[in-house]
């Protein structure tokens, strides 16, 4: 099993569209979590940090759940340049690295 | 937030040359950096963590002596690939990140074309 797991998608929604994103992690130590977009051919850049009490950011909503060890990233009102791939990220306690899922593929068309 | 360089940003060599790339962190100082490799259409694969002052610490199937990490100073990490072949093309990103930092920088990555 992966240690952080997503779909791949392609997730491909009109603009306007409320999309939903989850990572599936494995160490139930891990300690802390992100969500990060990618553009192609890019680095990958903080999109948000993920807080127990769920957080939220504009458009962008992210929550936790420590018990079935999930993270999930809402994005309302999707626009055109919201297309990227999201990665989701988790550090372990002690944070000393960073686990990266596959990624999530979104487009979003007009 | 915090500004990662690396240099060059694409590099097209001969196979079996050796390709330094170079990893700074611009305006913090970076204990840890990680560096990172991807394929086209695949995750970002973490290769080895690099403590300044410290020899590097390599992911399980990662060559240390193919892949040369130095990591001299608190704001330079660089990385060597040595005797590159077509195998070895990828996206390669570094990060860093600072004592009292959670998140990671990213740098914005180089990419190796070996032919």
């Known amino acids: 099993r992966k240690e952080v797991e997503q779909d791949p998608g392609p997730f491909n929604v009109p603009e306007g569209a409320t999309v939903a994103f989850n990572c599936t992690y494995s160490n139930s130590a891990s300690q802390s979590f992100f969500w990060y977009r990618q553009d192609c051919r890019k680095e990958p850049k903080l999109l948000m940090s993920?807080?127990?009490s769920g957080n939220e950011d504009g458009r962008f909503t992210a929550q936790l759940n420590r018990a079935s060890q999930y993270i999930s990233l809402l994005i309302r009102d999707s626009k055109l340049s919201d297309s990227a791939t999201y990665l989701c990220a988790v550090n372990e306690r002690g944070g000393f690295k960073t686990i990266f899922g596959a990624g999530t593929r979104l487009f979003v068309k007009a | 937030g915090a500004v990662v360089s690396q240099h060059p940003s694409w590099v097209i060599c001969k196979s079996g040359t050796s390709v330094k790339i170079e990893c700074r962190s611009l305006d913090f100082q970076a204990t840890t950096m990680f560096w990172y490799r991807q394929f086209p259409k695949q995750s970002l694969m973490l290769m080895a963590t690099?403590?300044?002052?410290?020899?590097?610490?390599?992911e399980q199937g990662v060559e240390k002596d193919k892949f040369l990490i130095n990591h001299a100073s608190l704001t330079l990490s660089t990385l060597t690939v040595t005797s590159a072949h077509p195998e070895d093309s990828s996206f390669y990103i570094c990060?860093?990140?600072?004592?009292?930092?959670?998140?990671?920088?990213f740098g914005p990555g180089t990419r190796l074309l070996v032919l």
């Open positions: 990060s860093a990140r600072g004592t009292s930092q959670e998140t990671q920088y």
């Open positions: 690099s403590n300044e002052g410290s020899k590097a610490t390599y």
């Open positions: 993920v807080y127990s």
